[in-house]
């Protein structure tokens, strides 16, 4: 049966985006037909990360006012045959969104596909709210920063109570932590919270840590989700959370950047 | 050596993500002020050759690529088979 996982934080510039592509990437990888949706009304960014901003035509507020059939707006992804992107308008608003549009589109995807990753905005307003309502799942993405740990609390919260699972008394949404920008060398000097510091606020199952990376703007810039760069930290540790989601045991590990050969002699000297 | 290869390469995804922008944001900035036609050119064709065959709307697919001198919009229509409209015909 088909799973919808909402990748969702509260607070903006946290990686939501990063995350979704990367992990509906990881599940295509693996063999499971995948698509992704933005949620975003009027700010799409899903189209650039995912690469195929050139080729929208139709999109989902086309699909939910009946103006486009969904496999109209359906983009397949050119490099992987089971993911497909669905993106969101650029010129509506939020308002666009409809509870019952959202649940019918939803309802066809989960037809044709395994996995429906829902890219929610920032916030907790309507495009947040629709992204999380139908979800089984839920990936929130946090900073080990004060901020955006609280404002994920807050969505915990609402993921709990909002949402149709919730409504149905099925004890709401199960959630999983996404730590991301994670800097183990600053986390060591102490700056910066460990891991068990937030699983012990935030207290829900860690499903991965993504390692602060370079790897994550270059392939923003390029528009290839991160995963792809199956040499880097980031895109490793992506794909060892898509593993775990996708119900695999996986010990966590955060490799620690290899020092560079500059480092590595000036440590010698040292 | 090694660090001036790792800077070219860098500096090139950097000049790709620019390169992107510029050809998104060309095309974002002038379809801002425009309707949102796309529908509206598909119900139309549609109407124009609804008038001489019998199609379905699902059998209308619509692709567009943006590029930076030049945008490609391609348009399939599927037509029913001839043993498809000899039955309807017969029915």
Known sequence: MAKIIVVTSGKGGVGKTTSTAAIGAGLAMRGHKTVVIDFDVGLRNLDMIMGCERRVVFDFINVIQGDAKLKQALIKDRRLENLAILPTSQTRDKDALTREGVGKVLDELREDFDYIICDSPAGIERGAYLAMYYADEAVVVTNPEVSSVRDSDRVLGLLSSKTHLAEKGEGGVKSHLLLTRYDPKRVASGEMMKVEDILEILSIPLLGIIPESTAVLKASNVGTPVTFDTKSNAGKAYEDAVSRLDGEQIEMRIKPERPGLFQRLLRRTA | ?91
């Open chain 2, 1 to 91: 050596m090694l660090s001036f290869f790792r800077r070219k390469r860098d500096t090139h995804s950097a000049d790709t993500a620019k390169d992107r922008l510029q050809i998104l944001l060309a095309h974002e900035r002038t379809d801002r002020s425009a309707p949102d036609f796309l529908p509206m050119l598909q119900r139309d064709i549609l109407a124009v050759i609804e008038r001489y065959m019998r199609v379905g709307g699902d059998s209308v697919d619509i692709k567009m690529e943006r590029g930076d001198d030049l945008s490609t919009l391609e348009i399939n229509i599927e037509l029913p088979g001839d043993r498809k409209l000899q039955t309807r015909g017969a029915a």
